[in-house]
Every structure is written in C-alpha cells, then in structure tokens.
C-alpha cells in the first residue's frame, strides 16, 4: 500500500511548474510522457482538487501510468518529488558508497535507486522567473572534449570490479544498448521463394486450378528458425560483482526487439540452480533483478558448479536446449567438487548444446593459467573461452558468437595445460 504524509503547501506555489518537473523526473526514468499527459495532468489536478494527498498521488497516477512495470517507479518518484523527507533521506544514502559490515535499516525496493537518481542526477527544474537573470548573448561558452574519447575508451576496457558507482552506472547503460545478433539456422520446413528449389505439392496445387496444365513451377527455400539463449550464470562471492553487471546485460537482451533469438532463458547458480527466466520478462530492469535476487538464495555465497550443471541437466536440458540452443556459462571455474564429476557434467552440457562459450573473467590477468583442477576440467568440453570482465569483452562476445570457428582463448589455454 502506498503511504501518503501530509502534503504541506508552500507560501508560493507553482503547481505547473512542479507538475512539469516531476513530469520530466518520470520521462528521465523511463516512463513515455509527452507535453500531452502533462497538460491532462495539470487539467485533472485543476478538477480534482490539491488538498488531499491519496487523491493527489491517484490523480498523477492515472495520467502518468499505463503500464504495470511503471507503478513502482512512479510510487518511488512520488515520494521522493512531493516532500517525504523519509524517503529522500533513505535514498540520499542509498546514493552513497556502501560500506561493508553496516546495514540500512530497511532494504532499497525496487526502482527507488532509480527514482533518486532521475531526481538528484539531472533532472531539469522547474523553470525560472522572469526576474531571474538572463544570459548575455555575447557570452561564449567553450568545451574542452579533447579528452572525451579516451574517457570512454578507458570505461570500456576498465574492469567492472574497479568501477566507481558514476562509472558502473555508465557502463549499464552502455550495456543496455549491445546486442548479441545471431544467424538463423535452415529448417526443414520450406516457405515460398522466387528460386530455389522446386516446391512440387504447390506446383501440382496450381496445376489442377488450371485443368492439369503447368504453366509455371513454384519454389521453395528453408524456412529459418532462430536458435534459443540459455545463460547459466555464476553468483557465488567470487563472482557476486561481475553477475550483477551480466544479469543487467542479459535483462537487456530478453527485452531487446529483434535481436534474433527465439527465447532468452536465464539461470543463476552458487550452491544450488535457480531459474529467473520469467523475472527477465519484465521491462523494468530493477524489478526485473530485486525479484530475481530475491528467489535466488545464495548470492555470494560457496560454488558447486558440478552440483549446479548436473541439476541443469537433469531437469532443464530437454527442454531449453531444443532446437540448437547456445548456451553461455558464466563463472570463474573454481569449484569445490570432484574434478571428475565436474568433468562428466560439462561433457553432457556440451553434447546437448549447439554451442557452449565460457566466460571467465580470471581471463582478464595476462599471466593466466588454467592451474585450478575445475578450470581444467570443464576447459576441454567448452566450443569457446573468452574473457567477461569489461564492456569491451561483451562487445567482442556479441561479434563472436555466431562464429562456429571461433574458440577464444581456449586452444593457447589448452596448450598451457598439457605443458609440463
């Protein structure tokens, strides 16, 4: 239930102004308003009254939401634009670092990071009075981008454990906009072309409308299909940083139009498999990832990769791996199970994909060396192995992946480990 404090008016109100504010917050935060919906909200506040806070939070509600993934960042805007300190107070320090072995006192929701940052990191104000000052005309405004581009050259190769908050938020949504294209597969299933090969049931088809006479031959070509996306990603304490980041990049992914693959499933494992799939489904990126961090338990906690690839098997294999899945496994290789189980495991993982790529962060150190006993084992049963530390190693995924011919990393590796 959404809880209203009383709304204190100030001693001169510009109620336009600050509707048209707020409006911009919504719009900064990924609502779709236009000039249309601030002019019926300012019309229906006008009808409806100011006086009362529930009315007030439903008037702007009914204006400024039709969509279900919307109602939380609204809810959380609301309370942080129309004056509960509470909740500016939580979300200030929501802004700031963390630091490790304090807790907050309640637990950010969902889109209320969100919300404080369309607020405090951007987002226009109301708009002047005539009084204020205006700028001289002559006044000549100079902007040094000498160094802009290797700013951003310097975040895409830059290791996400190492980004600062302003630069983690950069990178996600630099993230948002990658996507990982892939090439159909021939089917068996024909459509009509015009060459090809001959289509003889419709030919005969278009014979006997014509009293048996063939004038022309149809043709036909494989119907394409596309293949499905399974992602088996690793949470275990290791790993929790660069998850995050990925489960960002796959939530962007399953929402991306037209990208190419049938289906997107997602899985995150440290100690046990949990399938967040359908929690991907939804638009909003941090509703999407509070529930699925929410039904996923063990969040930076052990890892048993051979555990968690065998339940994958045994439960799931059948069916997401149909149709020539491509399967990405997420995680740092360091297990604590047999390497003999593991290796066994990885094999059957590999025999039912079409194509099974690594990433592994560790990959990010240049004196890296497959040393662990699960890292050698699961290496050999891998198509490809590739670094997943950086924008830059995801950008390089999305060129690769639907290259058969591509192994990454694993032939030097490979080589490295059956040195003496």
């Not at 939580?90 to 637990?107: F, N, S, T, Y």
Request: glycine letters at 6%; a positive charge; aromatic letters at 6%.
């Amino acid at each position: 239930m959404v809880e209203h404090l009383p709304l204190d008016l100030p001693d001169d109100p510009k109620l336009a102004g600050n509707i048209t504010h707020f409006a911009r917050a919504l719009r900064r935060a990924g609502l779709p308003i236009g000039p249309g919906r601030v002019i019926d909200a300012i019309r229906a506040v006008e009808a409806a009254g100011f006086s009362n806070k529930p009315d007030f939070y439903w008037t702007l509600h009914a204006c400024f939401v039709n969509r279900p993934e919307h109602r939380r960042v609204f809810a959380q805007l609301f309370r942080l634009y129309w004056r509960d300190p509470r909740y500016l107070e939580h979300m200030m320090a929501a802004m700031l670092p963390a630091v490790r072995g304090v807790q907050e006192d309640r637990p950010a929701q969902a889109a209320e990071k969100r919300a404080a940052e369309a607020l405090l990191d951007g987002a226009e104000g109301p708009e002047r009075g005539e009084e204020d000052e205006r700028p001289d005309e002559d006044t000549v405004i100079e902007v040094d981008a000498s160094f802009t581009m290797s700013s951003s050259e310097r975040l895409r190769s830059l290791d996400f454990e190492q980004m600062s908050l302003a630069e983690m938020a950069e990178a996600k949504r630099m993230l948002a906009r990658i996507t990982l294209p892939v090439k159909p597969l021939p089917s068996r299933r024909g459509m009509a072309a015009a060459n090809g090969r001959i289509d003889a049931a419709r030919s005969l088809r278009a014979a006997l409308r014509r009293g048996g006479e063939m004038q022309q031959l149809a043709f036909k070509k494989p119907r394409p299909r596309y293949p499905n996306l399974v992602v088996l990603c690793d949470i275990s304490g290791s790993m929790s940083q660069y998850s995050r980041v990925i489960l960002h990049f796959l939530h962007a992914v399953s929402n991306a139009k037209g990208a190419g693959w049938a289906q997107v499933h997602g899985f995150t494992f440290g100690t046990r498999l949990t399938n967040i799939t359908r929690h991907l489904a939804t638009r909003d990126v941090d509703a999407a990832l509070a529930a699925a961090g929410a039904e996923a338990q063990d969040w930076e906690g052990g890892t048993r990769i051979g555990a968690s690839i065998e339940a994958f098997n045994r439960d799931w294999s059948r069916r997401v791996l149909g149709q020539g899945a491509v399967v990405l496994l997420i995680t740092d290789g360091l297990d604590r199970d047999r390497p003999e189980e593991l290796a066994r495991h990885m094999q059957r993982l590999h025999l039912t994909a079409r194509r099974l790529i690594w990433l592994n962060p560790l990959l990010r150190w240049d004196g890296f060396a497959p040393k662990a006993a699960g890292i050698r084992a699961m290496l050999p049963h891998v198509d490809s192995f590739r670094a997943g530390h950086s924008i830059a190693s995801l950008e390089e995924l999305a060129q690769v992946i639907s290259r058969p011919d591509d192994v990454g990393e694993k032939a030097r590796l490979m080589a490295a480990a059956h040195q003496p």
